[in-house]
């Protein structure tokens, strides 16, 4: 991969062109890269537990779930619901969460182990000692986030 930078006072703001041969793996995940600096990173989200709203720590937050049309946001200490969409909080916090399964969000950072089973079955270990599925759908990308395996 070449590497080129232009410096043109003319321009008013920066642009970033991509010339590849070809779409591939590593031009979407690029891209991603590029997007996701360009937003800028949410440091709290708001969860609601009863009538109380609550400023949560991105940091503090362990996973990410939907069940039935809600959406909960666990935390060490205790699980708040959201009134964003599961997709939604995966654009808004992509650089510290993984999709793990249909319905379950990952914080990178939380992940204590990766325990392979035998019949090709793989669970997350968290910080918390709770165990999350991993569905063999986003078992490439979770690896690719965590920047473990073969690209």
């Known amino acids: 991969m070449k590497i ?11 642009e970033v ?7 591939n793996e590593q031009i979407e995940k690029l891209m ?13 989200l708001d969860g609601y537990l009863q009538q109380e709203i609550h400023l949560l720590k ?4 362990y996973s ?9 946001l666990q935390t060490d200490e205790q699980e708040y619901e959201s009134k964003r969409k599961l ?26 182990s990766i325990q392979m089973g035998k019949i090709g079955t793989t669970q997350l270990l ?3 000692d709770v165990a999350i599925h991993v569905s063999r759908k986003y078992l490439k990308e979770l690896k690719l986030h965590l920047g473990i395996g073969r690209e």
């Open 87 to 112: 997709y939604e909080l995966e654009e808004m916090l992509s650089k510290d969460f993984v999709r793990v399964n249909k319905s379950t969000l990952v914080n990178v950072h939380k992940i204590s």
């Open 126 to 128: 968290l910080e918390n």
């Open 64 to 72: 990410i779930y939907a069940e039935e049309s809600r959406v909960f």
């Open 58 to 61: 991105i940091t503090d937050i």
């Open 32 to 44: 991603k890269q590029l997007q996701a600096s360009q937003t800028t990173q949410a440091t709290v």
């Open 4 to 14: 080129q930078l232009t410096i043109n006072q003319a321009l008013e703001e920066t």
């Open 17 to 23: 062109h991509i010339l590849a041969k070809e779409y």
